[in-house]
């Protein structure tokens, strides 16, 4: 069984203010991990993934996060934030044996204030 | 690509009334999920198609919910008869092999009253 831990529920932070949201997992097989964004009322829209090879991965919006395999850890992290940040950011696992689905993290509101 | 394509995008609907939520997935994907999310429980996985054949239904709450994938480009998800904590959102998601990306649509919001 794999499972995703996202240890703050909600992150206030200033505008050009750096960022880390963290996200933690559990699995007994190797994974895949991923962070979405949700936007309000919105879908959810791939931020970044980690599949192999390099374990700092550089994804949209100037997001990267770094896979820490000995502390089962995916940060996900900004250094300079903007208002147009602000939105809920989930973690997400995936198995790379047979199963197929996609476990989340209970999600990370980030909010940026001016 | 136009994406995944759900439909309805809001619907309100009353206790006791059948509910039938739909889905396009993205051309060429083999993989479909649904997964409801709520302030309560957040994202859950329903049930997810491999080939259009159910392979996980585990998620999925109680007999008043069925899902089927007649073909490799639609789904449905129906709810009936349907309840108020049965109010959330339906989020339908597609992909191909292990490690590609989940590609989500836009969401069903079902409010039953």
């Known amino acids: 069984a794999q499972s995703v831990t996202q240890l703050d529920s909600q992150v206030p932070v200033f505008e050009e203010a750096p960022v880390e949201l963290r996200c933690n997992y559990s699995s007994s097989v190797s994974v895949y991990l991923f962070w979405y964004v949700q936007y309000p009322n919105q879908g959810l829209q791939l931020l970044l993934k980690?599949?192999?090879?390099?374990?700092l991965v550089k994804g949209i919006n100037g997001f990267e996060a770094e896979f820490n395999k000995s502390q089962t850890s995916f940060h996900l992290r900004k250094p300079s934030v903007h208002i147009s940040d602000t939105a809920e950011y989930f973690c997400a696992v995936r198995s790379s044996g047979s199963a197929r689905q996609l476990t989340f993290g209970s999600g990370t509101q980030l909010t940026v204030l001016p | 690509d136009a994406g995944v394509i759900q439909s309805p995008r809001h619907e309100v609907t009353e206790m006791g009334q059948e509910v039938t939520l739909r889905c396009k997935p993205i051309?060429?994907?083999?993989?479909l999920f649904w997964y409801r999310q709520t302030m309560m429980r957040g994202l859950e996985l329903l049930i997810y198609f491999n080939n259009n054949v159910p392979i996980d239904d585990s998620g999925m709450p109680e007999d008043r919910f069925s899902a089927k994938m007649p073909n490799a480009s639609f789904s449905t998800l129906k709810i009936q008869p349907s309840e108020p904590r049965d109010s959330a959102v339906y989020f339908c998601a597609s992909s191909t092999g292990p490690g590609n990306t989940i590609y989500f649509g836009e969401g069903s919001w079902l409010t039953v009253v």
């Open positions: 051309s060429g994907h083999d993989y």
């Open positions: 980690y599949l192999s090879g390099s374990t």
